[in-house]
């Protein structure tokens, strides 16, 4: 069975300060990974999506996350967060079957 | 142009009524989904949908009918609402195989 564990339930950064998300995943085969955003009253955005190749990918707003087999992780970072970052992110994984599976969310606070 | 749109954005009923929410699609994606995300903002999969046919019904109370009259549609019914029923529901697509999926704005849903 497939499955998504964020650890973190809420994380607080200062503005500037570095950014990592932690995700965990749970899958038999190849694992297809996304993380979304989601800010307050809104869908959810596609940040980034790994499918194979290479293990650093980039995303949007500045975001990237790297694939680690031997951990079964593909944690989130970024260098220095804005406080438009402030939103809740959701690590998944999908499989050639169109199934998507979400984690619980990591519900991020940035302070000035 | 909205890729997933859903209406209505907000809907405050009573228990008992019975209501639909509407999701539309102009990405030209074979596959569609309802998602429930709880009061925790967990993501719990409903209905999936691949050109027309149920493909994935998770365990929901047959209250809940998905219904896709065509491929770019899949409208949620719901009978007999009760308060538990209370939540955001999310509309998505995707085309099929490998690939993301596209998210509405989500509809909030009141029951009183």
């Known amino acids: 069975a497939q499955s998504v564990t964020q650890p973190d339930i809420h994380i607080t950064v200062s503005e500037g300060a570095s950014l990592e998300l932690r995700c965990n995943y749970s899958?038999?085969?190849?694992?297809?990974l996304f993380w979304y955003v989601q800010s307050p009253g809104q869908g959810l955005q596609l940040l980034l999506k790994?499918?194979?190749?290479?293990?650093l990918v980039q995303g949007i707003k500045g975001f990237e996350a790297e694939f680690k087999r031997s951990q079964s992780s593909f944690n989130l970072r970024k260098p220095s967060v804005h406080w438009s970052d402030a939103a809740e992110y959701f690590c998944?994984?999908?499989?050639?079957?169109?199934?998507?599976?979400f984690g619980t969310g990591t519900s991020l606070t940035v302070i000035p | 142009d909205t890729a997933v749109s859903q209406t209505p954005k907000y809907l405050v009923t009573q228990m008992g009524n019975d209501k639909s929410i509407k999701c539309e699609q102009n990405l030209g994606h074979d596959t569609m989904y309802w998602y429930k995300q709880d009061s925790k903002k967990f993501l719990k999969i409903m209905f999936s949908y691949n050109n027309k046919e149920l493909i994935i019904n998770e365990t929901v109370p047959n209250r809940f009918s998905p219904k896709s009259p065509d491929k770019a549609h899949l409208n949620l019914h719901i009978n007999s609402l009760e308060l538990g029923d209370s939540a955001v529901y999310f509309c998505?697509?995707?085309?099929?195989?490998?690939?993301?999926?596209?998210f509405g704005q989500g509809t909030r849903l009141t029951v009183v």
């Open positions: 790994y499918f194979s190749g290479d293990t």
């Open positions: 899958y038999g085969a190849t694992p297809y």
């Open positions: 998944a994984v999908g499989n050639t079957g169109n199934q998507f599976y």
């Open positions: 998505a697509s995707s085309r099929g195989g490998i690939t993301e999926a596209f």
